[in-house]
């Protein structure tokens, strides 16, 4: 008798890239033989997004409201469907999330970024709390306050499963972090040490920086042009050239770092064979770690503007053990450019990117057998 499967259902706040195929394996569901499906709600979550590299294939279904999303769950085999939701389960998304319990789909998240929420001591959260940032921080409670309860009154159910590589995430399925699969696949290459990587966050114009949270651009030149300084200065340093790894979502010309090549696609196996690393609070930092890379946080005063993500790096700095050197007001030829200390290092991994459970497995092996399961 021939299995039949369960329908894989992506409901994604993002129009589908080259990327977000491959974290959630899609080729490789429809290869086990899962009819799988990309429900698009990007217009519907946020309105006039556009991303790089966006795919136009046959399986992306694109749903620009509500009400069509309740349309096709009408017409949809429910039981026999297994819905990956890949929105915040937040007050900004309480109507959607109750669409989808009262019409009782299994929900399923898969938490591909692992190590952006970290263990930070208390002590070291007031430290980096700023006055301005109050405000948001009240409204964010308020908010959540209020989604719980209209959850609670409107009896929405949360997620069914959830597939994560970190430890702070209540009755998960430990996974891998992308990261971590990709770092084994490199292993086989060998260390050139012949650049200095940038991992690139794609400030200011990062599109969930505009779309989902709402900032205010900041300056995209004097940010870039404070870099191109301080490359110039490490390559006459170190006598390397430093590379971008740009971001996934970015879509430089080519010109905003200098004559520097700016790679996307290809960030694992940049941080494999470099020297050593620079990046701001990079999700990223996993490959310098996980290739125990010299390496270093950095920031300038246009990306300290952003009160949010400053306190970012200064968490990511606490955890990591590092310091951060601000590249406009230092002088940045006395910076140290060191490893991680080994404990701290052992622990993030432990941590964040893989368990004993998953670490010889692989993610997509994992997941379908799962899926087959339901």
């Not at 450019?337 to 994992?366: F, H, W």
Request: hydrophobic content about 40%; charged content about 25%; glycine content about 2%.
């Amino acid at each position: 008798m021939i299995e039949q499967l369960k329908k894989i259902i992506i409901i994604c706040h993002e129009p589908l890239t080259i990327r977000i195929r491959s974290n959630f394996y899609i080729e490789e569901y429809i290869n086990a033989g899962f009819n799988v499906e990309y429900w698009d709600l990007s217009q519907a979550i946020y309105p006039g997004i556009k991303l790089a590299d966006q795919l136009d294939v046959s399986y992306v279904k694109k749903i620009n409201d509500l009400d069509s999303l309740k349309r096709v769950l009408d017409v949809e085999d429910i039981v026999n469907s297994i819905f990956i939701v890949e929105v915040n389960y937040s007050w900004n998304n309480r109507f959607l999330f109750k669409v989808l319990s009262d019409k009782q789909c299994y929900m399923v998240r898969i938490d591909m970024y692992g190590n952006t929420v970290l263990n930070v001591p208390l002590k070291s959260k007031l430290a980096g709390l700023s006055i301005s940032r109050i405000p948001d921080i009240l409204l964010r409670q308020i908010q959540q306050r209020r989604f719980d309860l209209f959850t609670k009154r409107n009896k929405v159910k949360g997620y069914d499963k959830i597939f994560s590589s970190s430890y702070l995430v209540m009755n998960r399925v430990p996974i891998n972090h992308p990261d971590y699969e990709s770092y084994k696949r490199t292993l086989e290459f060998d260390s050139e040490d012949k650049y200095i990587v940038f991992l690139d966050v794609f400030f200011p114009l990062h599109p969930d920086l505009i779309y989902m949270f709402g900032y205010e651009k900041i300056s995209a030149y004097c940010y870039q042009q404070s870099l191109t300084a301080f490359f110039d200065k490490m390559e006459k340093r170190f006598n390397l050239p430093v590379v971008i790894a740009a971001h996934p979502k970015s879509n430089y010309i080519g010109t905003e770092f200098g004559n520097r090549k700016i790679l996307k696609g290809d960030t694992v196996s940049l941080v494999r064979k470099a020297a050593m690393v620079f990046l701001h609070s990079s999700n990223s930092v996993s490959s310098a770690i996980l290739n125990d890379k010299p390496f270093e946080l950095i920031t300038n005063n246009e990306y300290n503007k952003n009160g949010l993500i400053k306190n970012t790096l200064n968490k990511l700095a606490v955890v990591l053990g590092k310091c951060i050197y601000n590249i406009d007001e230092i002088d940045v030829n006395t910076m140290e450019v060191k490893r991680m200390d080994p404990q701290k290092r052992a622990e993030y991994i432990n941590s964040y990117l893989a368990s004993k459970e998953t670490m010889n497995t692989s993610n997509v092996d994992l997941l379908i057998a799962e899926f087959k399961k339901m």
